[in-house]
């Protein structure tokens, strides 16, 4: 496995060149947490479900208003992820919930955020779209192209206080059509902050496609009129996402500045739940649950660390206890008083 | 002689159930062949249903009844 | 046997800003269409459907997520001789947007001293009590109305949408058309059922500017948009079996504001109360309330208003169904009125 030998060089091996190269630890926490991801999404989905059938009334149902999953975009989240620690900051997008996961937010009480509850991270006034966890730096908004400029103050005020961190933006490819998108890379570059923002290529934003909006073939080539690397991944590929997301994270923990990351990666859901997807050419969503990235892992696993199948299985229970442990959780949990709507405005 | 107003069966895929959302006409209200009457709902997909027939319309089922494909749920006279 | 009614056709609200853009473009050239998903989607919200299949990609065009840029260029198509209708998706999403709107598109006609015009209509979402949370369900009157050079429209029911859209295009000013969500009729938001009315097939306009009395009383005033007439109707309906006599006022605009029609009413009953889903503070209750006092119009009692809590607009149904405007309320603020009568 001649290949397999030259992959392997860790970035201490080779002086001058930072390579990232995950080790196995890392390679089965990337996994750990694309599954477990998986199997909270697929969860949510049903239970999203309940009281809306037959008639799909957004209001109905203990998880109420919009949803939008990330099933698919897992390896988004946990080949960025691997690199940080709850110190760094992720300001994250209306499709959170894989990010939050992959950066260690409280699921029980995302969870029960969710369903509305008085346990939830926000006592219930957020929901699905409003994730914050001030514990791990998390936090995502439901405006296209605002997490970008928050993102890169959060890394300016690292930067200004000594303090170590770096902030990741999440955002989707048509986000990189919004006016808030230049203006935040521009600063990020101007002032040089320690920030790395992602954009998840999914193709699609709501019915139009990138080709049909975007002017460039690849947003990575926009970097450049930032001053800032731009770095375009094809595939879908946690390991390739490591390796790339490490390389900018340490420039930026280096100080020398942010860089901008698009990853073409794969909505298998619709842009919200009921959506219809009638703009979806034919054949496109059946090709795409063939490209799913979690049995391609589960291969990779076994083919280079002799994964097996008792060890999937067990990683697989496991992760089916802590999603539904969080769904436990969220159903036993109170409702607040509506009265407490009034709290929290001001502190 | 009255015509009944049934669900289609080819109106949509699948044999879910769906929900009125709204009659565009009144009960009592004539209609002619081929207008639009109805709105149904099938997840989140709206559908049309059309007047089979020329004549006045009686509402059987109402905004928010679940109806099945092969229901009546109005007839012309 | 049911009695025998002429001809009459509903349409929710959607169809009839549909069957309003439709009709003014085959009129018009000029009159074409930008926004996102409202092409071949016929619209997040329903109001395009149509358009696409009829008049094509030239006139009704799908853009990119980039509002400051396609708002902005409404401005200047419109300065130039084209009427677009352009939409922004969600009301709250005006942020990104907003100096387009408010400081060209609003001033532009001023600062050219009258010669320059912009007619364009920009048609926006309004409202929540569906759980879509603080930046996806508010009701952002009182932010439009107050600032200068716009005129602002909101209708409760299908018959004023088409009629409200047809002169909105047809104005040589900026119009912004506010349509709330759970009066469109699409069924995943819930049905509002007073909403959906016979709609005449022709061009018909209905003047900006002008409220409409949906129902007559003598006891009490009140006065709503969109959502608010609505929960205006069926606490009318309530009191009325308690023997009470309710006016109800839909304003239909904000600007121009009929403050006549509302201050007639006023005369009429002494009694009123202002319903509104948008924040309590500094809104359009005060901007009634305001008027009909500057009037010197008696009363009976102090007027009321049922408005949004000045807070973000909570997600758990718990919370976001017990700050919403309702009949409930309206009914509440009339006990309380008769309360201080005594």
């Given at each position: 496995m001649a290949g397999f030998a030259q992959d392997n060089l860790s970035s201490h091996d080779r002086k001058g060149d930072i390579t990232m190269t995950p080790t196995q630890e890392q390679e089965i926490w990337m996994y750990q947490n694309m599954v477990t991801s998986r199997f909270f999404e697929e969860a949510i989905e049903k239970i999203y479900m309940e009281g809306k059938t037959p008639a799909f009334n957004m209001a109905k149902g203990p998880i109420p208003g919009e949803m939008h999953l990330s099933n698919g975009q897992e390896p988004c989240a946990v080949g960025v992820c691997a690199h940080l620690n709850k110190d760094d900051i992720i300001v994250s997008t209306h499709r959170p919930h894989h990010v939050a996961i992959a950066k260690g937010v409280d699921l029980n009480k995302m969870t029960a955020e969710i369903f509305g509850k008085k346990n939830g991270l926000s006592g219930g006034r957020g929901g699905h779209m409003h994730i914050f966890d001030a514990n791990v730096n998390f936090s995502c908004s439901g405006i296209i192209g605002e997490s970008v400029g928050v993102a890169a103050g959060a890394a300016l005020s690292r930067k200004m206080q000594g303090k170590p961190g770096v902030a990741i933006a999440y955002l989707g490819e048509g986000a990189a059509n919004q006016g808030a998108f230049h203006e935040a890379l521009n600063l990020a570059s101007v002032w040089k902050l320690p920030v790395v923002f992602v954009i998840e290529d999914n193709a699609w934003g709501i019915s139009v496609s990138k080709q049909a909006s975007t002017a460039v073939k690849h947003n990575s080539d926009r970097a450049a009129a930032y001053s800032m690397p731009g770095v375009h991944i094809p595939d879908n590929d946690p390991i390739q996402i490591f390796e790339k997301a490490g390389e900018a994270i340490e420039r930026a923990r280096n100080g020398e500045g942010p860089t901008l990351i698009e990853i073409e990666t794969s909505r298998l859901a619709g842009h919200f739940m009921g959506d219809a997807e009638a703009y979806r050419p034919a054949g496109e969503k059946e090709h795409l649950v063939e490209i799913d990235p979690i049995p391609a892992f589960k291969k990779r696993l076994h083919d280079?660390?002799?994964?097996?199948d008792e060890q999937d299985e067990a990683l697989r229970a496991q992760a089916r206890e802590i999603v539904d442990a969080a769904i436990q959780f969220a159903r036993d949990s109170a409702y607040p008083a509506p009265e407490e709507a009034l709290e929290k405005v001001f502190v | 002689m009255s015509t009944e107003v049934l669900i289609p069966n080819d109106l949509w895929e699948e044999d879910d159930e769906a929900v009125i959302t709204s009659w565009l006409v009144s009960d009592g209200a004539s209609v002619s062949e081929g207008d639009m009457v109805a709105e149904l709902m099938v997840a989140k997909i709206q559908y049309e249903l059309r007047a089979p027939a020329t004549g006045t319309l009686s509402i059987l089922k109402e905004i928010d009844d679940v109806v099945a494909k092969g229901d009546c749920v109005a007839t012309i006279a | 046997m049911t009695q025998v009614k002429a001809k009459e056709r509903k349409l929710t609200i959607a169809r009839a800003m549909a069957e309003a853009i439709a009709m003014e473009m085959r009129e018009d050239e000029k009159v074409f269409l930008m926004g996102e998903d409202i092409g071949e989607l016929g619209g997040v919200f329903g109001n395009t459907r149509g358009l696409y299949t009829e008049f094509g990609s030239e006139r009704v065009k799908d853009t990119p997520i980039s509002e400051t840029a396609f708002i902005g260029a409404a401005v200047g198509a419109a300065s130039d001789g084209m009427k677009p209708v352009v939409e922004l998706m969600f009301v709250d999403f005006l942020g990104v947007c907003f100096d387009a709107i408010y400081n060209m598109m609003a001033k532009n006609t001023y600062f050219a001293g009258g010669k320059v015009n912009v007619p364009m209509v920009l048609m926006t979402s309004t409202g929540g009590g569906y759980s879509d949370g603080g930046q996806h369900s508010q009701c952002l009157h009182a932010t439009f109305a107050h600032l200068p050079g716009m005129k602002v429209v909101a209708p409760s029911n299908a018959y004023d949408a088409k009629g409200l859209m047809a002169a909105a295009i047809r104005d040589p000013n900026p119009v912004i058309f506010m349509f709330h969500k759970a009066l469109q009729g699409m069924g995943w938001l819930g049905?509002?059922?007073?909403?959906?009315v016979d709609v005449p097939e022709e061009a018909y306009e209905v003047p900006l500017g002008k409220a409409a009395i949906t129902r007559e009383g003598t006891d009490v005033t009140i006065v709503g948009i969109t959502s608010g007439v609505h929960h205006g109707l069926k606490a009318a309906r309530e009191l009325e079996e308690q023997g009470v006599s309710v006016e109800v006022v839909d304003l239909r605009s904000l600007v121009p504001l009929d403050r006549e029609t509302v201050l007639e009413s006023v005369k009429k009953t002494g009694r009123l109360i202002v319903v509104d889903e948008d924040y309590h503070s500094y809104g359009m209750t005060a901007e009634i309330i305001a008027s009909v006092t500057e009037a010197g119009v008696p009363m009976k009692a102090p007027p009321q208003r049922v408005a949004y809590p000045?807070?973000?607009?909570?997600?758990?149904p718990v919370m976001e169904q017990w700050a919403l405007p309702s009949a409930e309320k309206i009914i509440k603020a009339f006990a309380k009125m008769k309360e201080t009568e005594k």
């Open positions: 280079r660390y002799r994964w097996t | - | 049905t509002e059922k007073d909403a959906i000045d807070i973000p607009i909570p997600f758990t």
